[in-house]
């Protein structure tokens, strides 16, 4: 895959249909891949990686690198696309700006997995079948992939490119996921556990605003939690509130945007299940008024600057509710 | 520095009674910034806003708090106040401690506490009010009026006569409306033509006044005084401004089997046609549905023709387009009026079954001169005179069930008791019978009207409900029926069934209503502004209501409330401009994100982007897509500040900051 | 300033109302001398749609035990559509504060029309038992806040 992406690249920065790439390097580790913009050939012989461990979604970069001189071509997986065609419904990239190439997901590992089985000094891995083998510094080991696969692709909603210049590979299906399975097991419990648990998850957070800047639906200008002016500006969670109230105004201000990408939960350095707060508002807005994907187009209104005349009452809460 | 005034009023004793005021006077002297903090009376009283008035003088007050009354009661007496005393107006607060402390509480130390806290609400947003000018906005000196019936004509007419243009939008071919299918009006049996057809050609003569005939709304845009409308002129295959109206054409046509429209298809007219002989404007129409050259979809085809070889102007245009013209207009007029219900879930009536069970609007024009018969009363099925008719009220009106409408339909006794009498009058030998539920007659003369019907011309009024009507073999039609005075009941062989068919407003309304952002009631009439107060005017400034698009109505009312919607509508014309609230959205361009989400809720077309050069931070410029809300067309919901995720979108005299004080203040 | 002498929980309670039905109708309910707790603080707004989750956050961060928003039945907004909006945008919101485990019972949307004073002074009432049912906010709160 590397191979046909890098081919790709240069290929395009060489006929002029764009005069940058964003794509990935490698940083301190094998594991922690990062986007990196690469304007010529030999910058990409030098640096440019696409690997097993390459999860990070770049459409959000394209809110201001579109706005440059000259085209920049994107490598999107498919998740991706959903978060490009996001932005380009609320007019937040310069389509025009954009050469788009569809790149095959095939499922991202997460280096955090491994780590937690115990094997350190990783190198490189390479996928044998359902084994996965990993070099480390003290000789090679193995695990099964699924173990080691990253939560955002075990849930995996789509293969399906929404957006996409040209596509390298076959183009897959939206598929069935059971990406709402932990939003019903939360929603089964009884409110005290359903607390409990949410103090657990969010007394962790230190408030790096990782989520928030790698989301590709948090692309506002100013923030409202950095705005002085909006009242509830705050740089760090002073108190369990603060928490509760940064999070749950960051899932509701992507509601109905969010494309589910997974990105928050990936980037948390404290392993916080952010996507929960996101997913449950998107079974919501599934089940009671229809379903809808962000993302999927760049036309339709979102669920929340939408309503019908006899949409359900608030009360809903209360009446399907456990106790 | 903040300088605030505080001043409590006693409200005689309505406030005093139940809330310390000297103690909230004292305790919100104590509050940040304030520097007076006063207690009277009465504060609304010219005293009373005197001492504001000296107040913001002596003290160089930068923001009031008035403790009294509902902001809705006196928030306007004291923004004058305030204004004359060169403070902003809307650098006033209110703090309602008597509608929503003083009077609903009984306790002086609990009560005393809440209108603190209220206080300090009101302190914590006064401290945040930033000075508010309305903006002015143009008036365009032109009304357009919807609908060409009685209330239309006599709305623009009133309108032309104060000297501003009108445009009157009327769907169908001619105007004139329900009106000019009527024979006689009640109660003083005067033919609907005679006083309709001359108000018809002076408002065609009236060269303030002009007639799309044929033609629709199909666009409105805009906001009071600067309405832009878009209106469709239909295609009628026929130049208006050749056609003469001499009607050879409707000789000529070979196609005469078209039902005729405007006798409710008791009889026939041709393909193309002149509604009726004192249509306004007197202008052939070709019904396309019927036509046998535009029916065959080929127009170039050398069928018929003979319409066009008639005509000796020339007028004919087989090829004319569907026209569309877009004016601006400063008040807009609904005058959509109504039309009888749809009976086919009335079965039990045999209405669809049955020729000679009529509704009482076909009725007018079986008994009219220039109806089907000339005037003669005769049994559709077999035109012969109707000896024996029985009259049914209340035909889908006064109905608790899915089938029918909820309201009275008002019009029905009087006209029945009209149809009654004329009918005796004319014909001694025939008998009539009316069953109805109630006989409703409010109106000058109607009660009289109603017993002449019952005394004078021997009509029997039988108060009950007709279960079933049968046609039978014979031709005679079996009403089955119950007389609830005498507990019986009974059957009436009757040859001629009336149906006094509940009213409802046009299927045209409910679009129309969503085009110019009014409001409608369950039953899709028009809501007025206020039910007693503002009746003719929709709580959408600018749109005003005529006729029974608001609610089921006799003539006589129906032309009194178009004079007063004229009347309306004028008031709003005189004027240059009118004034804005001041109280509407604005957008942070640095903070905006340009991505729509505020210009998707906004339901009155409010906002627009534009692309706009901005330096960034790191000295390079970037074009970025931002908000821009016409302050004119904004009315001030605030939708949009909570769809925008950034809070670039804010909103005037009620900020998020301001709000967030108040929840802060109460809270603390 | 001690709300009660007997120590009884005290819940205040923040309604945001819009200026066209439900403000007027809470004036209503005044001029009919309809008795609700003085837990309730009204804040008025132009419409339902106005209110911002962060408000209701805000209030309850600050203190309140419960928040309840009213504004004119759905199809009777002074703005046309406004409450439809703050219809989808609350149940949402209440939806998000049930799954984090916080009693649904402190917040309520409620349309209460500018004639509707006995319905106003009903539902406060009622809203104000619950919540005192409820206890003081505990899960939703900034400790910092809390008076002592």
Known sequence: MQEAIISKAKQLLADGTVNRVIGWKKGEFAYDITPAIFESAEEIDADFVYDDFTSANVSKYLVKESKKEGKILAFLKPCDTYSLNQLIKEHRVNRENIYVVGISGDGKLDA???????????????????????????????????????????????????????????????????????????????????????????????????????????????????????????????????????????????????????????????????????????????????????????????????????????????????? | MQRIGVFVCHCGTNIAATVDVKAVAEALSHEPGVVISQEYQYMCSEAGQNLVKDAIKEYNLTGVVVCSCSPRMHENTFRKAAA????????????????????????????????????????????????????????????????????????????????????????????????????????????????????????????????????????????????????????????????????????????????????????????????????????????????????????????????????????????????????????????????????????????????????????????????????????????????????????????????????????????????????????????????????????????????????????????????????????????????????????????MVVLATAIEPDKTARPLATMLTTQMDTNDFFTEAHAKLRPVESATAGIFLSGACQGPKDIPETVAQASAAASKAIGLLVKDSITCNPCVAHSNELMCNGCSACEKVCPYGAITYQDKEFRMPDRTTAIRRVANVNPAVCQGCGACTVACPSGAMDLNGFSNSQIMAEVDAICK | MQVNENKEFQPLIVAFCCNWCSYAGADLSGTNRLNYPTNVKIIRVPCSCRVNPMFILRAFQKGADGVILCGCHPGDCHYTSGNYFTRRRMTLLFSMLDFLGIERDRTRVEWVSAAEGAKFAATMNEFTEAVKKLGPNRRLEDLRCRKQ
């Open chain 2, 84 to 495: 004359s005393a060169g403070l902003n107006p809307y650098l006033v607060e209110i703090a309602n401690i008597r509608e929503q402390c003083s009077w609903i509480h009984k306790d002086i130390a609990t009560a005393t506490e809440k209108a603190v806290i209220l206080g300090k609400a009101a302190i914590a947003k006064v401290h945040l009010n930033t000075p508010l000018t309305a903006g002015e906005s143009p008036v365009a000196k032109r009304a357009l009026v919807i609908g060409g019936g009685i209330a239309g004509i006599q709305t623009a007419l009133d309108i032309a006569e104060a000297g501003f243009e009108v445009d009157i939008v009327e769907k169908e071919a001619t105007i004139g409306g329900k009106m000019a299918q009527i024979d006689k009006t009640f109660p003083t049996l005067d033919c609907a033509a005679c006083i309709l057809t001359p108000k018809m050609v002076e408002a065609l003569q009236n060269e303030k006044i002009t007639i799309h005939s044929y033609s629709e709304v199909s666009a409105v845009k805009g906001f009071v005084g600067n309405f832009t409308a878009t209106i469709k002129k239909k295609r009628r295959f026929v130049d208006e401004t050749k056609c003469t109206g001499c009607g050879l054409c409707t000789e000529a046509c070979p196609m005469k089997k078209v039902p005729n429209a405007f006798n409710l298809g008791l009889n026939n007219r041709s393909a193309i046609y002149i509604p009726f002989a004192q249509a306004v404007p007197k202008v052939a129409t070709i019904d396309p549905n019927y036509c046998l050259k535009l029916r065959k979809g080929d127009v170039n085809d050398k069928v018929c023709g003979k319409c066009a070889e008639a005509c000796t102007a020339g007028a004919i245009n087989y090829h004319q387009q569907d026209e569309y013209i877009e004016q601006k207009y400063g008040a807009i007029v609904v005058a959509t009026g109504f039309n009888p219900i749809n009976l086919d879930k009335y079965d039990e009536f045999a209405y669809n079954q049955c020729p000679d069970v009529v509704t009482s609007l076909e009725l007018e024009r079986l008994m009219n001169a220039a109806g089907p018969n000339g005037g003669t009363l005769l049994r559709p099925s077999d035109k012969t005179h109707p000896h024996k008719i029985v009259f049914v009220q209340c035909v889908g009106s006064r109905c608790d069930d899915s089938k029918g409408k909820p309201y009275c339909s008002k019009i029905c006794c009087m006209y029945t008791a009209k149809h009654a009498m004329l009918i005796r009058e004319k014909y001694p030998d025939t008998e009539v019978y009316v069953f109805y539920i109630d006989v409703r007659t409010p109106g000058k003369n109607f009660d009289e009207f109603y017993r002449r019907a019952v005394e004078q011309y021997n009509v029997h009024y039988i108060k009950g409900m007709v279960g079933k009507v049968t046609p039978k073999a014979d031709g005679t039609i079996d009403v089955q029926a119950s007389d609830l005075l005498s507990n019986e009941q009974l059957h009436i062989d009757a040859d």
């Open chain 1, 112 to 323: 955090e997995k491994i780590k937690a089985k115990g094997i350190t000094g990783i190198t490189g891995v390479k996928k044998d079948g359902d084994t996965l083998k990993i070099n480390t510094v003290y000789g090679e080991e193995t695990m099964p992939v699924a173990e080691a696969m990253s939560n955002k692709c075990l849930s995996c909603k789509s293969k399906k490119h929404v957006i996409y210049d040209e596509l390298i590979g076959e183009d897959g299906e939206v598929i069935e996921s059971d990406r709402f399975d932990m939003v019903e097991k939360l929603e089964n419990m009884t409110s005290q556990e359903r607390y409990d648990f949410w103090r657990n998850e969010l007394s962790k957070c230190i408030r790096c605003n990782a989520c928030r800047n790698v989301c590709p639906a948090c692309t506002c200008e100013n923030c409202v939690f950095d705005n002085p002016d909006s009242a509830v500006q705050n740089k760090a969670a002073a108190d369990s509130f603060e928490e509760n109230m940064f999070h749950i105004i960051r899932a509701f201000h992507v509601a109905g945007r969010c494309t589910d990408c997974g990105e928050c939960s990936r980037v948390c350095p404290q392993n916080i299940p952010l996507h929960l707060l996101n997913r449950k508002f998107i079974k919501d807005i599934n089940s009671l008024y229809g379903e809808y994907q962000a993302g999927a187009d760049t036309i339709s209104k979102a669920p929340l600057n939408d309503y019908t005349q006899d949409d359900c009452e608030a009360s809903i809460v209360h009446e399907r509710g456990v106790e």
